[in-house]
């Protein structure tokens, strides 16, 4: 079975700065995807970014940009130039993709990042 | 993306009712899943549903207690059966991306028994 460890329960970032939030899992599969989504306070959980396995370059959405290293299975999420709307709990996440009709995702159990005026 | 609705969104029940959260989207999905998330916790699964196929439980999780209906590809409801407070949770509506596998959720249905 997969695993999804992230070890910083809470951190915090001044506004403007950078911050790097952990994340290893556990797996013997190959082909995978890894996500990081983003829960704010009272609100809907939506996806920040996202890693397939096979694909060496690392990802990048505008502020967000991951640090995949496949060999030490760990998955790292940056955040540049912080803002307070980036004030919420970040989930890593795992997936393995199955034919058949049936999914099932693996989630860390979240890191809650606090953006200091 | 997928835009989901989930009513209601957030009930206080007596201990020992039963509460049915619905899940509604705006496109059509094969797959649909259910969690849930008790305060400060991470997302645990439930159930995966699949139209016109039985749900499938997660260890820990039982059909007599978390009945589930997908009537359709748009619909799905999830009941919490003979509900004790224990049961206070956060219920979590999701569907797959059709495409590279993200999900996505809904507002969620904040659930307090007492």
């Known amino acids: 079975a997969q695993t999804v460890t992230q070890s910083q329960p809470e951190m915090s970032v001044q506004e403007a700065e950078t911050v790097t939030l952990s994340c290893t899992y556990d797996t013997s599969e190959n082909n995978y995807y890894l996500f990081w989504y983003k829960q704010p306070p009272s609100r809907q959980m939506i996806l920040v970014i996202r890693q397939e396995a096979y694909k060496q370059q690392n990802a990048t959405e505008n502020r967000f940009s991951v640090n995949f290293q496949k060999a030490a299975k760990s998955f790292s999420l940056k955040i540049s130039d912080s803002q307070l709307g980036d004030t919420a709990m970040y989930f890593c996440a795992f997936m393995k993709p199955r034919s058949g009709g049936y999914q099932k995702v693996t989630f860390g159990i979240g890191t809650k990042l606090q953006v200091i005026p | 993306s997928a835009v989901i609705s989930q009513k209601p969104s957030r009930d206080i029940c007596q201990r020992g009712t039963s509460l049915t959260i619905q899940c509604q989207v705006d496109s059509q999905v094969t797959m649909m899943f259910w969690y849930r998330q008790q305060p400060g916790q991470s997302l645990t699964l439930i159930a995966t549903?699949?139209?016109?196929?039985?749900?499938?439980?997660e260890s820990g999780f039982v059909i007599d207690k978390f009945p589930i209906s997908r009537p359709n590809l748009t619909f799905s409801t999830l009941t919490v059966s003979n509900m004790s407070p224990e049961d206070s949770s956060i219920y979590l509506c999701?569907?797959?991306?059709?495409?590279?596998?993200?999900?996505?959720f809904g507002p969620g249905t904040r659930l307090t028994v007492t």
């Open positions: 999701s569907v797959l991306g059709f495409t590279s596998y993200e999900q996505y």
């Open positions: 549903a699949n139209q016109g196929s039985e749900a499938t439980y």
